[in-house]
C-alpha cells in the first residue's frame, strides 16, 4: 500500500514541528545589542524603479524582494547559519533580525522571535493563496521579506519566517 503525504497534512507537520523546536534563547533577552550607528537609519528610505532592482538584484533576490515570491524551503543558505550577528536587507542593508533571536523552527527558512527594532520592519495583511497572513516587509526600501506568525517561542510568541535571499548576513 502506498502512503501519500497531502499538503494540507505536510503543512499541519510544519506548524506543529516550528512550535516544538525551538532553540534556547539567550539568557540576556536583548536582540539590540549591536552596534547600528555604522548601519543605515530606517528614516533613510530607498525608493528605486522596478528597472533599477532589476539591475542590481540576482533574479531569485528580485523575485522574492520585489515580487513577493518565497524561496523553496530548505533550500536558503542561511537556513543552518549559526554564527553570530545580525540580518540585514539583502537590497538595502537595513539591519533587520539579530543571530540572538534566531531559532531552529522545522519549517524550512530562517526563523527569528524578534526583529532588531520593531520599526525595522511593516507588517500588513497578505490575502493571498485563500488565506490571512501578516506579510514583513523591509521598512527602509519596502521589499518583502516573509511573514510572521504567533507560534514562536517566549518572550514574543512569534516567528518571523523570512526568505535566505531576502537577507544578507554579517558576521559580528
Not at 505536510?10 to 540576556?28: G, V
Not at 536558503?76 to 550577528?85: A, I, K
Amino acid at each position: 500500500m502506498r502512503h501519500f503525504v497531502t499538503p494540507a497534512i505536510l503543512l499541519l507537520c510544519t506548524l506543529t514541528a516550528c512550535a516544538q523546536q525551538s532553540s534556547p534563547i539567550p539568557t540576556d533577552g536583548n536582540p539590540t545589542h549591536y552596534d547600528l550607528s555604522t548601519y543605515p537609519k530606517v528614516r533613510d528610505k530607498i525608493s528605486k524603479t522596478n528597472a533599477e532592482w532589476r539591475a542590481i538584484l540576482p533574479p531569485e533576490a528580485y523575485d522574492v524582494l520585489r515580487a513577493a515570491g518565497t524561496e523553496e524551503p530548505f533550500t536558503g543558505p542561511l537556513l543552518n547559519n549559526h554564527e553570530q550577528g545580525i540580518y540585514v536587507c539583502a537590497a538595502c542593508g537595513n539591519p533587520l533580525f539579530s543571530s540572538a533571536t534566531k531559532f531552529e523552527s522545522g519549517t524550512g527558512w530562517p526563523s527569528f522571535w524578534a526583529p532588531i527594532e520593531p520599526d525595522r520592519i511593516i507588517q500588513r495583511t497578505d490575502n493571498t493563496f485563500g488565506m490571512e497572513r501578516t506579510e514583513v516587509l523591509c521598512a527602509r526600501c519596502g521589499s518583502h521579506l516573509g511573514h510572521v506568525f504567533d507560534d514562536g517561542p517566549k518572550p514574543t510568541g512569534l516567528r518571523y519566517c523570512m526568505n535566505s535571499v531576502a537577507l544578507r548576513f554579517e558576521r559580528k
